[in-house]
């Protein structure tokens, strides 16, 4: 079918002609995010050239309106039979689950404001129903679908994590491997790293930007990265690892603001070259002697094992503010240290870092113990990782902020979203009573 002729079929059939573009454009925006949706890789999505498109819609804004409309349109009407705050809470409820369920949807609603009249007619109705007056129903669902509800998604979407154990860029099959090896070429740059128990394929990941090159040959995973300027304290890509098969872990080129949170996962190496900052490592039971080998020299490096594991630790240079257990050194040459257990022990660390290292902390947590993995898909560790509180609120400067800041930087999206969901509403609720 020539050019011409898909455009006059497309346009001749009116409004399904119009339900196919939007169909497109949405798994468009599911695959490619809201930077990847553009007119151009639409048409060529349907096979036109990007101008023939402006024959169907006005321009792009008219587009995300359109998109916009039929995200909403998934949003079900709460039962009309429960109490109005039953069914606000139904209606905030199935309007974040099918936000998440888009990649960047709360952006393109809040883009393309109001969304979809049918989303307000129904709460202005319920809220009309139970007693409140026509002008605090409209500013409530201003309030409630217009800018909390996507705004709190957009916050949660910033993040750049997967919601809801949806992976959006990548998925490895599990298939009959037995033995992962994850190798990351061109160097890491914001990305958190987890290992996943309850995760079905080989490994999964989300990234911002250029999907990244990804090669497969049995379990080994060769994922090479496109880099774009990175937000300092936000993770731009976010990778979780099958725990029930054994790994390797190989980084080259260089490792930048990493939270590698591997307990329950069954590690058998880890390896970074090209020098390694702002990187945290929490460390499973060891199995056997597991190498950890780092060169190219360390900035800001914590490891954490559990409780009783065996380690040691040779620094190839010189070491500054450098934390071994309960050694304290303000500066040293070369440094060995091991465990009293080393020699005899059946699982213990090795490692090794043939540059030099700059506040360097290697010791045990009763947390990392105590406390196990949470999955991957929430937003909760990486927004720890990624927020900077633990680090920026010393005790002498912000006395008060620093008792709270496990608070600040360990958010739970669903309990935030809940809570701000209740004070709206109990907000709402003495207009009901004085109106």
Same mark, same amino acid.
Request: with cysteine.
């Given at each position: 079918?020539?050019?011409?002729?898909?455009?006059?079929?497309? +346009?001749?059939?009116?409004?399904?002609?119009?339900?196919?573009?939007?169909?497109?454009?949405?798994?468009?925006?599911?695959?490619?995010?809201?930077?990847?949706?553009?007119?151009?890789?639409?048409?060529?999505?349907?096979?036109?050239?990007?101008?023939?498109?402006?024959?169907?819609?006005?321009?792009?804004?008219?587009?995300?309106?359109?998109?916009?409309? %039929?995200i909403v349109a998934e949003v079900p009407e709460p039962a009309s039979d429960l109490p109005w705050r039953a069914q606000l809470e139904a209606f905030a409820t199935d309007y974040r689950d099918v936000? /998440?369920?888009?990649?960047?949807?709360?952006?393109?609603?809040?883009? =393309?404001?109001?969304?979809?009249? /049918?989303?307000?007619?129904?709460? +202005?109705?319920?809220?009309?129903?139970?007693? &409140?007056?026509?002008?605090?129903?409209?500013?409530?669902?201003?309030?409630?679908?217009?800018?909390?509800?996507?705004?709190?998604? %957009?916050?949660?979407?910033?993040?750049?994590?997967?919601?809801?154990?949806?992976?959006?860029?990548? /998925?490895?099959?599990?298939?009959?491997?037995?033995?992962?090896? #994850?190798?990351?070429?061109?160097?890491?740059?914001?990305?958190?790293?987890?290992?996943?128990?309850?995760? %079905?394929?080989?490994?999964?990941?989300? &990234?911002?930007?250029?999907?990244?090159t990804v090669q497969v040959e049995g379990g080994t995973v060769r994922i090479t990265l496109h880099h774009k300027r990175v937000q300092l304290r936000m993770p731009t890509s976010d990778l979780a690892?099958?725990? =029930?098969?054994?790994?390797? +872990?190989?980084?080259?080129?260089?490792?930048?603001? #990493? /939270?590698?949170?591997?307990?329950?996962?069954?590690?058998?190496? &880890?390896?970074?070259?090209?020098?390694?900052?702002?990187?945290?490592? #929490?460390?499973?039971?060891?199995?056997?002697?597991?190498?950890?080998?780092?060169?190219?020299?360390?900035?800001?490096?914590?490891?954490?094992?559990?409780?009783?594991?065996?380690?040691?630790?040779?620094?190839?240079?010189?070491?500054?503010?450098?934390?071994?257990?309960?050694?304290?050194?303000?500066?040293?040459?070369?440094?060995?240290?091991?465990?009293?257990?080393?020699?005899?022990?059946?699982?213990?660390?090795?490692?090794?870092?043939?540059?030099?290292?700059?506040?360097?902390?290697?010791?045990?947590?009763?947390?990392?113990?105590?406390?196990?993995?949470?999955?991957?898909?929430?937003?909760?560790?990486?927004?720890?990782?990624?927020?900077?509180?633990?680090?920026?609120?010393?005790?002498?400067?912000?006395?008060?902020?620093?008792?709270?800041?496990?608070?600040?930087?360990?958010?739970?999206?669903?309990?935030?979203?809940? &809570?701000?969901?209740?004070?709206?509403?109990?907000?709402?609720?003495?207009?009901?009573?004085?109106?």
């Open positions: 079918m020539s050019v011409g002729s898909r455009l006059r079929h497309l +346009v001749g059939l009116g409004a399904e002609g119009r339900e196919r573009l939007v169909r497109a454009a949405l798994e468009l925006l599911d695959e490619a995010g809201l930077e990847g949706l553009t007119m151009r890789s639409l048409a060529e999505r349907l096979g036109m050239r990007a101008a023939s498109l402006y024959w169907h819609i006005r321009d792009k804004d008219q587009l995300l309106g359109l998109l916009a409309e %039929a936000l /998440r369920s888009h990649r960047d949807a709360a952006r393109v609603v809040m883009a =393309a404001q109001p969304a979809a009249p /049918r989303l307000y007619e129904g709460l +202005v109705r319920s809220l009309l129903a139970a007693g &409140f007056n026509g002008e605090v129903a409209v500013d409530a669902c201003h309030l409630l679908a217009g800018t909390y509800v996507p705004a709190a998604v %957009a916050e949660e979407s910033g993040l750049g994590l997967p919601q809801d154990g949806q992976y959006g860029d990548l /998925r490895v099959p599990l298939g009959s491997v037995t033995h992962g090896r #994850l190798e990351i070429a061109n160097g890491v740059a914001g990305m958190t790293l987890r290992a996943d128990p309850a995760l %079905a394929e080989l490994c999964a990941g989300r &990234f911002q930007g250029k999907p990244p690892l099958n725990s =029930a098969v054994p790994w390797d +872990v190989d980084i080259s080129s260089g490792v930048w603001k #990493l /939270r590698a949170d591997l307990r329950g996962l069954r590690l058998r190496s &880890f390896a970074a070259s090209g020098g390694t900052a702002e990187m945290t490592l #929490l460390l499973p039971a060891a199995e056997g002697t597991v190498p950890l080998r780092l060169s190219g020299g360390v900035h800001k490096l914590t490891i954490r094992r559990p409780p009783g594991v065996a380690a040691r630790v040779r620094v190839g240079s010189g070491a500054h503010r450098l934390t071994l257990d309960t050694l304290h050194l303000a500066s040293a040459g070369e440094t060995r240290w091991e465990t009293p257990d080393f020699e005899g022990a059946s699982g213990r660390y090795d490692v090794e870092m043939d540059g030099g290292a700059s506040q360097l902390t290697f010791d045990t947590s009763q947390e990392a113990e105590d406390e196990p993995p949470e999955p991957l898909v929430s937003a909760r560790t990486a927004g720890a990782a990624a927020s900077g509180w633990d680090e920026a609120l010393s005790p002498e400067e912000y006395p008060t902020l620093a008792r709270l800041a496990g608070r600040l930087a360990d958010p739970d999206p669903d309990a935030r979203f809940e &809570f701000g969901l209740q004070i709206l509403l109990d907000g709402l609720e003495p207009r009901l009573a004085s109106g």
